[in-house]
């Protein structure tokens, strides 16, 4: 599965994709997971774990929750909130 950060997620991140060889059978796992790997924080000091608190999960386009089984998923887009107009 790939992994792709936006916004605050990848600065938190350090990265703006990631694979991901053997996904857990959750989002919630793969959370916890993503949460283990990375210990960063943006630029304003907002750690990782902070920033996908607030995230949506888009997998193959559809939105997840934590408890969504994440069989077959090929793409899992990490996406914060996002301003402008």
Partial sequence: MDVHFYAAARAAAGVACEEIQQPPATL????????????GQTAGGTPFAEVLEICSFLADGQRVEPSSSLKSVARLDVMPPFAGG
């Fill in 28 to 39: 919630g796992e793969l959370i916890d997971e993503l949460i283990e790997r990375h210990q």
